[in-house]
């Protein structure tokens, strides 16, 4: 049985992976997954992975904008 190609954004990370990336604890990401706030792949068991496409979409909707009168306050 061959290994499955997988495009990057497709990318399983474990806990660890993704803790880093999102700069919170592993914990963290446990408790998210149980109180599905955040997509996960569960493997046989207990095993969670995260897709890495899912961490950037994260992080990219976590992303505000500044408001127009800081940025002009800051000039």
Do not use: N
């Amino acid at each position: 049985m061959g290994k499955l190609p997988t495009t990057e954004p497709d990318r399983l990370l474990d806990v660890r992976e993704a803790a880093a990336l999102l700069a919170v604890k592993p914990a963290t990401l446990y408790q998210w997954a149980y109180q599905r706030r955040i997509p996960v792949v569960k493997l046989m068991g207990r095993a969670l992975r995260f897709r890495l496409s899912d961490i950037e979409k994260l992080i990219a909707d976590g992303v505000r904008q500044p408001l127009r009168g800081m940025i002009e306050e800051g000039d």
